[in-house]
């Protein structure tokens, strides 16, 4: 299996801006995609971004212009991005790998902040 350690959440105000890393390690093979989430609490977690094997990138419409997905091969690392930060973008920032196949994995998640 994959272990997935995300980290650089922090606080920031708004219009502020902030990287958030996912960095693997284990299962680094058939993997069809890396996913970011964001969850709030008494709410289900929102995909925000997905990076494809091939390239292919889609932003949820609440974040597309703003986040930025990119990743690091030699590290085996995704980051995201996060750009003209507003209070709204307050969440728990997961991130996942999805495999060919259908499964998929967690990590445990970094908090953003966004507040004056």
């Known amino acids: 299996q994959v272990q997935l350690v995300e980290s650089g959440g922090g606080s920031v105000q708004p219009g502020g801006s902030l990287t958030l890393s996912c960095a693997a390690s284990g299962r680094l093979f058939d993997v069809y995609a890396t996913e970011w989430y964001q969850q709030t609490p008494g709410n289900e977690r929102e995909r925000v971004a997905i990076r494809t094997n091939s390239g292919s990138i889609t932003y949820a419409d609440s974040v597309k212009g703003r986040f930025t997905i990119s990743s690091d091969a030699g590290k085996n690392t995704v980051f995201l991005h996060l750009n003209s930060l507003e209070r709204e973008d307050t969440a728990i920032y997961y991130c996942?790998?999805?495999?060919?196949?259908?499964?998929?994995?967690w990590g445990q998640g970094t908090q953003v902040t966004v507040s004056s």
């Open positions: 996942s790998t999805v495999y060919y196949g259908g499964t998929g994995y």
